[in-house]
């Protein structure tokens, strides 16, 4: 059961900007780095943010990430084909003792 | 080349048991904590279990506690979860994931599917 609440989809044209929404509480994103995941047709997820707003290296810096209080969001600048994918985020979760993921949005490029 | 290759899923009866094991290469596995992530067919991520290091610091999803095990063998390069009493809901693609204590999944195995069905 996800406890991170994302837009199940999100879509824009090649080069539009297109922002997804991570919903938490206090005891996962309040208090703990979010990380996002992108995760491509019938593969395993890649890491795409890390320690809320950084890109690991070889990621474009298109990605972009942010968090204010209990959410998050990932911005994807200068959409291409290729970023038709799922993303996920995370957190740990300090009343779990453990990582909770997003429900996950699927960004289509029109 | 950094990877991370997970083997052990197949078709297993409720109730039933199965070990599934995640090789390390290229690099230096005791150095890292591992986590185990499953994915259902056509659902989203679900965070299953963590393993530090040394293997002193160990933590389950409730979904799994007490069913499931976590281990490792540093010498092996390897890590393990053994999955007892097995449900129609445990269904799903295991993942190991590597995290290095800031980056938890920089890198991701393949995957191994587990179904659990009479």
């Known amino acids: 059961q996800s406890v991170l609440t994302q837009p199940p989809s999100a879509s824009g044209t090649p080069g539009q900007r297109v922002t997804i929404s991570c919903s938490g509480s206090?005891?996962?994103?309040?208090?703990?780095?979010v990380y996002w995941y992108q995760q491509l047709p019938g593969t395993a997820p890649k890491l795409l943010i890390s320690?809320?707003?950084q890109r690991p290296s070889g990621v474009p810096d298109r990605f972009s990430g942010s968090k204010s209080g209990t959410s998050a969001s990932l911005a994807i600048s200068g959409l291409r084909s290729e970023d038709e994918a799922d993303y996920y985020c995370?957190?740990?979760?300090?009343?779990?003792?453990?990582?909770?993921f997003g429900t996950g949005t699927k960004v289509t490029v029109l | 080349e950094v990877q991370l290759v997970e083997s052990g899923g197949g078709l297993v009866q409720p109730g039933g048991s199965l070990r599934l094991s995640c090789a390390a290469s290229?690099?230096?596995?005791?150095?890292?904590?591992i986590n185990w992530v499953r994915q259902a067919p056509g659902k989203g991520l679900e965070w299953v279990s963590y393993?530090?290091?040394?293997?002193?610091?160990?933590y389950y999803a409730d979904s799994v506690k007490g069913r499931f095990t976590i281990s490792r063998d540093n010498a092996k390069n390897s890590l393990y979860l053994q999955m007892n009493s097995l449900r129609a809901e445990d269904t799903a693609v295991y993942y190991c994931?590597?995290?290095?204590?800031?980056?938890?999944?920089?890198?991701w195995g393949q995957g191994t599917m587990v179904t659990v069905s009479s």
């Open positions: 994931a590597r995290e290095d204590g800031y980056n938890p999944g920089d890198i």
């Open positions: 290229g690099f230096t596995f005791s150095s890292y904590n």
């Open positions: 393993i530090s290091r040394s293997s002193s610091t160990i």
């Open positions: 206090s005891s996962n994103i309040g208090s703990n780095y």
């Open positions: 320690r809320n707003n």
């Open positions: 995370a957190a740990w979760d300090d009343s779990l003792s453990g990582y909770v």
